[in-house]
C-alpha cells in the first residue's frame, strides 16, 4: 500500500505565495519521480512541475520563474514553492508519486494524492 498526502493549501491575495508539501508513505522500494499537477474549474488536469531521483527539475510554462520544486528523498516528500501568485493560478493542486516497484527502479507505478486547495484572490 502507498499513500500520497498533499498539503499547505489556502486562500491568499495575488502576488502572495504558498508552500506545497506532499509526502508518501507505505510500502516503497524507491521513488523515481514526484511531480505536481493541478487542475481549475472546468479545465484540464495539467503538469506543474517535476523532479526525479537525482534531482532533476522539469518546469512547465506557468512555473517557470515563479515555482520551485524540491525534494526531500529520505523522507519520500516533494514541495513546491509558489511565488507571486495570481488568479489564474487556483485549482486543486495534486501529488504524483513515481514509486519504484524494486530498489533497482527498473519500472514504476504512479500514485496520486487527492489534491490540496489553492485559491488567489485578485
Known amino acids: 500500500q502507498v499513500q500520497v498526502l498533499e498539503s499547505g493549501g489556502g486562500s491568499v491575495q495575488a502576488g502572495k505565495s504558498l508552500r506545497l508539501s506532499c509526502t508518501a508513505s507505505g510500502t516503497i522500494p524507491g521513488i523515481h519521480a514526484m511531480s505536481w499537477y493541478r487542475q481549475a474549474p472546468g479545465k484540464q488536469r495539467e503538469l506543474v512541475a517535476g523532479?526525479?531521483?537525482?534531482?532533476?527539475?522539469n518546469y512547465q510554462a506557468v512555473a517557470e520563474g515563479r515555482f520551485t520544486i524540491s525534494r526531500d528523498n529520505a523522507g519520500n516528500t516533494v514541495y513546491l514553492e509558489m511565488n507571486s501568485l495570481k488568479p489564474e493560478d487556483t485549482a486543486v493542486y495534486y501529488c504524483?508519486?513515481?514509486?519504484?516497484?524494486?530498489?533497482?527502479?527498473?519500472?514504476?507505478?504512479?500514485?496520486w494524492g487527492k489534491g490540496t486547495l489553492v485559491t488567489i484572490s485578485s
Open positions: 504524483n508519486v513515481d514509486v519504484c516497484l524494486t530498489k533497482s527502479c527498473g519500472t514504476s507505478e504512479p500514485y
Open positions: 523532479i526525479n531521483s537525482v534531482g532533476y527539475t
